[in-house]
């Protein structure tokens, strides 16, 4: 495990095309997990903002926003976004078994198994390896303890980033989510106003409409229903309650509640993180 812990930390082409290979290695052992005392304690030191080693994860529940955020500090901060979810949605696009079964899994509002979702994620690390790339911020992964301690025993997670919003703030967003079919923008219709009661704050946020030509193209995804929806948080909430309480005992957990909308949330998430001086990056990520 000592050669395992220094991945990711050197040539990170050569890095990250064993942590693929290892992780992979790993899925197809029973068990997933690692004994306690391999489990590293203690908080990861910060990397400087400007370097592309940055080596984040973002939580948070489905429809709360990680991949906008995720995707905004990916373009601040010089590492790539890799998002399990828009990994699943590409292999649905493709063809042959595995495309077919996925496309059955997300229709009954299920959860992927970790198995598919490490097989997944380890093809990414590696396609990766000839971009040149270096560092990460993981959207989506890990989603369940097992896959915590299969990342935790590959690489040093800096900082785990939780999102957080109230559940029927959470249901309005996703069911106003809207895709063009055309540029594959994606949108939100939902007008989101709730007046704060019983020592809860208020929270508005403002729809984020396409532009006029994409307004005749909007679908919506097939699992954005509602039923299907709260399936989802169901299993979720179930799922990420060990996750999270695997990084707050490691002094890794830094839970953030979003206090509105993107204009609202973005620059208070970055003096959270510790970046509010990126003034210019901060508005070329914008």
């Not at 979702?117 to 890990?142: H, N, Q, Y």
């Not at 984020?208 to 169901?234: A, F, Q, Y």
Request: charged content about 25%; overall charge neutral; aromatic content about 6%.
């Amino acid at each position: 495990m000592t050669a395992l812990r220094g991945l990711l930390r050197g040539n990170a082409a050569v890095n990250m095309r064993t942590a693929g290979r290892w992780i992979s290695s790993v899925a197809a052992e029973s068990g997933f997990s690692f004994p306690a005392s391999q489990a590293r304690q203690g908080v990861a030191p910060r990397r400087d903002p400007g370097s592309r080693n940055v080596q984040w994860v973002f939580l948070g529940c489905p429809g709360v926003g990680k991949g906008t955020y995720a995707s905004r500090l990916s373009r601040l901060l010089g590492v790539p976004h890799i998002a399990t979810g828009d990994l699943v949605r590409d292999e649905l696009a493709a063809t042959g078994p595995l495309s077919k079964q996925l496309t059955e899994i997300v229709n009954r509002g299920q959860l992927v198994s970790d198995e598919i979702i490490i097989d997944l994620l380890s093809k990414r690390l590696e396609d990766g390896v000839a971009k040149g790339e270096s560092g990460f911020i993981l959207d989506g992964f890990p989603r369940t303890r097992r896959q915590a301690e299969i990342l935790e025993g590959v690489t040093e997670i800096e900082l785990v980033v939780n999102l957080k919003l109230t559940e029927d703030v959470l249901l309005a967003k996703c069911l106003g989510r809207r895709i063009c079919s055309q540029c594959g923008g994606n949108f939100n219709v939902a007008s989101i106003d709730i007046k704060g009661e019983n020592g809860r704050p208020g929270i508005s946020m403002p729809p984020l409409l396409p532009p006029e030509h994409c307004m005749s193209k909007l679908i919506t995804r097939g699992d954005d229903t509602e039923e299907v929806v709260k399936e989802r948080l169901r299993l979720y909430y179930e799922l990420s309650q060990p996750v999270e309480e695997f990084y707050r005992i490691r002094g890794k957990l830094l839970e953030f509640d979003l206090p509105g909308g993107i204009p609202e949330s973005w620059p208070k998430l970055l003096r959270a993180l510790n970046l509010d001086g990126h003034d210019e990056k901060q508005s070329a990520a914008a």
